[in-house]
């Protein structure tokens, strides 16, 4: 009787996962709709460099370091152009398309969508000093416990410039673009490589399919390492499977996705590599407490504390304003508490994947999903085993391309 009572759930289950030819083919469409749009929100509502960290630092070491006045640093960036685009509006009606479209993964884009239009409404009220930015949701994402550890590994494992670690960074730009070049073509991947000299990091992946590295950057045989590891196999490999699956959704993953895919590319550093980068947990330790402090204190008050929870390093003032500036940059208002999420992921998600499976890491690499969404992945594995998706053809990239070139 039970079996036959499974038998009955599992085929209904199956019979409300499968879609039609029609609904396909409106699946396809609204996802290459969705995908154009996402790929609009990841450059144009996020600031993705700031112009005048080093300018900014001078003046707040002048007015607050040493003469203790309140100074909040201005955040530089380049026009954000979501307007242009008419973001808003055209969000506001896939989310509607999507509303009325009896698919399972319908929820996942209208959370993804709706996570973009309140992006869009905080930009829309940065200069209204009445408008709420939501502090207390911000800090219900930080665990006690993991705080407690983080503060463990900032007292234990304190900073030190490691003289060998930074000058042996002889390998130019050019050199690890062929290196990653050549990596990447083994792997599979077809991935452009990009110079920007205008990136905050030195290197960066992004969903349609370019390697971007900043032409000025020095790399040391370790660095190169530690890149291969944490940004081809991991955040490349996240990409091209979403790709391979068929949908812009999962190329650009769930909500929270950042958690598991950070926290996985961490966990491949500490774990695929034969020597580790000096301060590597001390560096996500940082900036997990860094964004705590963010959050709870003002700009000024939260660098006292980051100062005091590291006086015993060689962790820079510098260094403390520009992990700050980092954590407000998609904030960007500095005299508003609040931080951006993205930075407490590389933490929170290694502890996370570091306590996984090797199946689990295996699947959350396969389906780039965030931990709301990780225990619906057998029915999201069931989705695709049902419906048999084609992989994303290049012309579905360059038609989105076409509309949106990334700047």
Same mark, same amino acid.
């Given at each position: 009787?039970? &079996?036959?009572?499974?038998? *009955?759930?599992?085929?209904?289950? %199956?019979?409300?996962?499968?879609?039609?030819?029609?609904?396909?083919?409106?699946?396809?469409?609204?996802?290459?709709?969705?995908?154009?749009?996402?790929?609009?929100?990841?450059?144009?509502?996020?600031?993705?460099? *700031? @112009?005048?960290?080093?300018?900014?630092? $001078?003046?707040?070491?002048?007015?607050?370091?040493? +003469?203790? $006045?309140?100074?909040?640093?201005?955040?530089?960036?380049?026009?954000? &152009?979501?307007?242009?685009?008419?973001?808003?509006?055209?969000?506001?009606?896939?989310?509607?398309?999507?509303?009325?479209?009896?698919?399972?993964?319908?929820?996942?884009?209208?959370? %993804?969508?709706?996570?973009?239009?309140?992006?869009?409404?905080?930009?829309? %009220?940065?200069?209204?000093?009445?408008?709420?930015?939501?502090?207390?949701?911000?800090?219900? %994402?930080?665990?006690?416990?993991?705080?407690?550890?983080?503060?463990?590994?900032?007292?234990?494992?304190?900073?030190?410039?490691?003289?060998?670690?930074?000058?042996?960074?002889?390998?130019? =730009?050019?050199?690890?673009?062929?290196?990653?070049?050549?990596?990447?073509? &083994?792997?599979?991947?077809?991935?452009?490589?990009?110079?920007?000299?205008?990136?905050?990091?030195?290197?960066?992946?992004?969903?349609?399919?370019?390697?971007?590295?900043?032409?000025?950057?020095?790399?040391?045989? *370790?660095?190169?390492?530690?890149?291969?590891?944490? $940004?081809?196999?991991?955040?490349?490999?996240?990409?091209?499977?979403?790709?391979?699956?068929?949908?812009?959704?999962?190329?650009?993953?769930?909500?929270?996705?950042?958690?598991?895919?950070?926290?996985?590319?961490?966990?491949?550093?500490?774990?695929?590599?034969?020597?580790?980068?000096? +301060?590597?947990?001390?560096? *996500? =330790?940082? @900036?997990?407490?860094?964004?705590?402090?963010?959050?709870?204190?003002?700009?000024?008050?939260?660098?006292?504390?980051?100062?005091?929870?590291?006086?015993? @390093?060689?962790?820079?003032?510098?260094?403390?304003?520009?992990?700050?500036?980092?954590?407000?940059?998609?904030?960007?208002?500095?005299?508003?508490?609040?931080?951006? @999420?993205?930075?407490?992921?590389?933490?929170?998600?290694?502890?996370?994947?570091?306590?996984?499976? /090797? $199946?689990?890491?295996?699947?959350?690499?396969?389906?780039?999903?965030? #931990?709301? &969404?990780?225990?619906?992945?057998? /029915?999201?594995?069931?989705?695709?085993?049902?419906?048999?998706?084609?992989?994303?053809?290049? /012309?579905?990239?360059? #038609?989105?391309?076409?509309?949106?070139?990334?700047?």
């Amino acid at each position: 009787m039970k &079996q036959l009572i499974h038998y *009955i759930q599992e085929s209904y289950e %199956n019979e409300m996962l499968k879609l039609s030819g029609e609904d396909k083919e409106t699946l396809i469409k609204l996802d290459d709709e969705y995908g154009e749009l996402m790929l609009i929100a990841r450059y144009e509502t996020v600031v993705r460099e *700031i @112009s005048n960290k080093e300018e900014e630092f $001078e003046k707040f070491k002048k007015s607050y370091i040493e +003469n203790h $006045e309140i100074y909040y640093p201005v955040i530089k960036y380049r026009e954000l &152009q979501y307007e242009k685009y008419d973001l808003k509006n055209r969000a506001e009606k896939l989310v509607h398309k999507f509303s009325n479209f009896n698919c399972f993964l319908s929820k996942y884009y209208i959370e %993804n969508l709706n996570g973009v239009l309140s992006k869009i409404t905080y930009l829309e %009220n940065l200069d209204n000093d009445d408008y709420v930015y939501d502090v207390a949701e911000k800090l219900n %994402n930080f665990d006690e416990a993991l705080l407690d550890k983080a503060k463990k590994i900032i007292h234990d494992e304190p900073f030190h410039f490691k003289h060998g670690y930074m000058y042996d960074r002889t390998i130019t =730009a050019d050199e690890a673009a062929d290196t990653i070049r050549e990596k990447l073509k &083994q792997l599979g991947y077809d991935w452009r490589i990009i110079m920007r000299e205008d990136m905050l990091p030195r290197m960066g992946v992004n969903p349609e399919k370019t390697f971007r590295i900043k032409p000025s950057a020095k790399f040391s045989k *370790i660095d190169i390492e530690s890149l291969i590891v944490h $940004e081809i196999k991991a955040h490349v490999a996240k990409r091209y499977n979403g790709y391979q699956l068929g949908l812009f959704l999962f190329v650009f993953g769930l909500t929270g996705k950042n958690m598991f895919d950070e926290g996985l590319a961490i966990w491949n550093t500490f774990n695929m590599l034969d020597t580790q980068k000096p +301060n590597a947990m001390f560096n *996500i =330790a940082i @900036s997990y407490l860094v964004c705590y402090y963010c959050c709870k204190y003002d700009f000024c008050d939260a660098f006292d504390k980051i100062k005091e929870l590291v006086k015993n @390093s060689d962790y820079s003032d510098f260094a403390i304003f520009s992990q700050m500036m980092r954590s407000k940059r998609s904030t960007i208002r500095t005299d508003r508490r609040g931080y951006w @999420s993205g930075d407490i992921d590389y933490f929170r998600g290694y502890m996370a994947v570091n306590e996984m499976t /090797t $199946e689990e890491r295996e699947k959350i690499l396969k389906y780039n999903v965030g #931990k709301m &969404q990780f225990f619906e992945l057998p /029915t999201i594995e069931k989705f695709f085993d049902i419906n048999k998706l084609e992989p994303i053809s290049s /012309t579905r990239l360059n #038609k989105i391309l076409k509309k949106y070139t990334p700047k």
